[in-house]
Every structure is written in C-alpha cells, then in structure tokens.
C-alpha cells in the first residue's frame, strides 16, 4: 500500500472541501476544481477518490445531505489518518482520532469566527433560571458546529400541562426552518423532550443534592439544627459539626419530594464533600461537560471565601462579592474545565469550602452537576430557579459567524452532521487570526 504524505493529503482534502464549496454556492462543481482535485489524488485510494468525485457531480442539483458530505470527504479523511499513523476506520472515528492528533500537534483550522448568543428571557416569564451555554470543547477549542441562526425555545409542558413537572418542565427548541438543502438555510432543528435541570437531576451523580435527606434532629422554624455526627446530612462528609446547621427558614427552593425544603448553613470556616465512587452509578460522558452550580445565601454582610471543588478542579469565590441577604448562583466557569479530561482523579469528589468567614454567615441549597445537553453543535442547560417555569416562558439566543468563514471547519464539522452522528458537539481546533495551521483552499 501506497498513501500520500500528511501535506499531500491536506492539499487533496481542500481541494474536495473547495468542490463542495462550488457545489453550495453554483449547483455544480466547477470543471476546474474538477480537475485539480482528480490531478491531486495520490495513493491507493484513488480509485475511492474517483468515485466519490462522480457521485457528488452526478449528484449536482439535489439535495446535499450531511451523510452525503461525510461520504464525499471519506477517502481524502482516511488518507490523510493514514498519513499522520492512524488505521482508518471510517469517517467518524477518523475524525475522532485526527482531532486528537490536532490538538496534539497544535495544528489549527480557519475559524468560522462565530459569536455565541446569550439565551434572552422572553418578557413575560415567570420562572427565573438563568440559562448556560457551554461553546468550547475539552481542550479549549470553539465549538464549531454551530447553525448561524436564531433558536427559539419556549416551555411546552409545566407542572400541570403537556407532560412537564415542577422544576422539570418540557422545553421546545427550534432552529430556522429548512428552506434548501444544496445552500445553507435553516438547521431545521427541533427539539421537543427538552427539560429544565434541577437539582433533583444531579441524583444521576451526587446524593442529597437539596440537603433534603438529614438523619439529625429535624429543624423547625426559628430552630435550626447542629448535626451530632459528621454525616448526619446524608451522602454528605461534614468536615465538623459545629460549623453546620441545617435550616428550614432560609432554603433555595422546595423541590418535588421535599416534605420539608432543608438547606445547610455555615456559621463557621469548614467543608462538605462526597465521592462520587461511593455513590451508585455515577459513569460520566468523555466529550460532555458538566456545569456545576449552586445557590449561595449570603447573610448579614459576610464575608470570606466560598471554594467549589470539582475532582481536579477549583474556583474560589469571594462571598463579600454576592448579594447580601439574597440568593445568589455560584457556577464554576463555562469552559473546558467542565470536561472529564480536566477535573479527573482517583476517587472523585465534590467539595464546598468557607473560609475565613467573618461577619455574618452563609446558607447553600440547590446543588444542580450533570450533563448539558447538546443542541445543535454547541451545550446548554436550562436551570431551575427558585420560581418555577411556567407554560409561555420563552428564551432566545441568535448564534452567528464571519461572513468569510472557514471552508475546511465548515464542511468538515459543521455540514458532515458529525456532531449529531456522535452524540456530542464535535469541533477541532481552530485559530481566529489568519495563523491557522491547516488552511482553506486557496
Ligand atoms: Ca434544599
């Protein structure tokens, strides 16, 4: 076997990438590009290459699918694996391995540029959940992948209509409507078992995420309670019992099967954390990040630091800096520290910290950690707040790219359907200033 060398097979590819580029914009691929692309085939995979050429030309004119983008790229895919020292293994896992190769390597494609929307509330909602988007992948990149376009999402189903429940309420998400399919329009997308996150969800991870469930002596109003044993709020490892109280004055939210809504109070420096090992279940997704949040009530103008711990991972925040005498959402930030790879480690835990807490004192509830989920090429989460969402509360976000965009990224990522075959938001590295490793074609 013969195959073209890693530059050989990226001139091949963007040529392929630039025929799909004529076909989008003229109906057909130019005579021209025709033959430069047939000149630059190298290797034992020609004659693959020549037939994927004759099935995109003949195809000219009809509709131009994502599988049949992902065919068309296959064999210029698998040469350029083979190239770099990965067996092919189809155009997927090919693009799997190959990111990998990319990121290790520092190799860069033209961005696409994009510009991620902010979810907007519509004007009339009820419920207050705050939305979360997450657009970078493990290893820092862009998600590209995305649909320049305006996603609609409204609640469909509440805690009494259309299959929703409380603080699990049923979303509808729709991208612009399709209006071809040879150029970019619409990504069509709709999305209808879509739910609010509550911390009720974060069961899948971590026990007793609402501090419902304590074995001490039940608190009543005006009368909270010190835990006798360091894990008397269950699933939980208190790092004293004289720093915690547990509350029924001051609580987040009740969520369902709550009989009393409970939330756990420091009045002292010290620590909660569980492992996630001794928990059941608890597998997590490679190429899914997991946003974790949790409502802080900032008492009477304290102050000190407030520490999320997520395995690896940390972030302090500073308590004189939230609302005094309010919830306030404390969320480690969107990035790639979200992904497996990053926050990793033998026993994984997650760990709240105060310390030097002076002045007043501060309550947590609500924890939300799981999954986002993917929508289109790119994550997000809708969480509950305290006040429930409600049938006719809306969210918009517009999402959108440079007009000169990157050819390679965007058949490669985005018009493949990559994402979608693999259940993940899919992207590769990219670089937004002209220095791109892997250009397009010239
Ligand atoms: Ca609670």
């Known amino acids: 076997m013969t195959f073209p060398s890693e530059a050989e097979a990226t001139v091949s590819l963007q040529d392929y990438v630039d ?10 691929a130019l005579d021209l590009q025709q033959i430069a692309a047939r000149d630059a085939l190298k290797g034992d995979r020609r004659t693959q290459g020549f037939a994927e050429l004759d099935t995109i030309i003949a195809s000219a004119g009809d509709a131009l699918t994502e ?16 190239a770099v020292g990965i067996p092919s293994r189809g155009f997927d896992s090919d693009m799997v391995e190959l990111r990998k190769y990319w990121v290790d390597q520092g190799d860069t494609f033209n961005s696409r540029a ?13 419920g ?26 409204k609640i469909v189903g509440d805690q009494r209509v259309g299959g929703g429940t409380r603080h699990s309420e049923l979303w509808r998400i729709d991208g612009a409507p399709v209006r071809d399919v040879i150029a970019e329009s619409g990504s069509g997308l709709l999305i209808e078992d ?15 995420p609402s501090f419902s469930q304590y074995t001490g002596t039940a608190p009543t109003t005006g009368s909270p309670s010190t835990p006798t044993t360091t894990t008397d709020v269950t699933g939980w490892i208190l790092s004293s019992t004289a720093a915690f109280r547990v509350d029924v004055d001051t609580v987040h939210d009740s969520m369902e099967g709550d009989t009393t809504p409970y939330s756990l109070q420091f009045v002292a420096d010290g620590s909660l954390s569980q492992i996630i090992e001794n928990n059941t279940g608890g597998d997590l997704e490679e190429f899914v990040p997991y946003p974790l949040e949790i409502e802080v009530y900032r008492k009477d103008a304290a102050t000190g630091n407030f520490t999320i711990t997520m395995g690896a991972v940390s972030q302090v925040f500073t308590v004189g800096s939230l609302t005094d005498n309010s919830w306030n959402t404390v969320k480690l930030d969107l990035d790639s520290d979200l992904y497996y790879k990053n926050f990793q480690e033998d026993l994984l835990d997650v760990v709240f910290t105060v310390d030097t807490l002076a002045t007043g004192t501060i309550f947590i509830d609500s924890i939300r950690w799981g999954p986002a989920t993917r929508v289109g ?22 999402d959108s790219v440079s007009a000169t965009r990157g050819e390679m990224v965007y058949w490669l990522v985005k ?21 791109e490793t892997i250009g397009d074609h010239a």
């Open 114 to 126: 994009p510009t991620y929307g902010t979810p907007a509330a519509g004007g009339g909602n009820v």
């Open 377 to 398: 090429g790119a994550w997000l989460r809708i969480p509950a707040g305290a006040t429930p969402f409600r049938l006719g509360d809306t969210f918009g976000y517009t």
């Open 194 to 208: 879509f739910k609010t996150f509550n911390p009720n969800d974060s069961t899948a991870l971590l026990r007793n």
């Open 19 to 28: 025929i799909l580029q004529e076909r989008e914009v003229y109906g057909q």
């Open 415 to 435: 018009r493949s359907g990559i994402s979608r075959r693999l259940g993940y938001a899919y992207s590769v590295p990219t670089n937004n200033a002209g220095a």
């Open 128 to 153: 207050d959940g705050v939305p979360l988007r997450i657009t970078v992948g493990p290893d820092g990149e862009n998600l590209e992948g995305i649909w320049a376009e305006a996603k609609a999402l």
């Open 67 to 82: 599988d049949a983008v992902a065919d068309f790229l296959t064999s210029r895919i698998a040469d350029f694996a083979d």
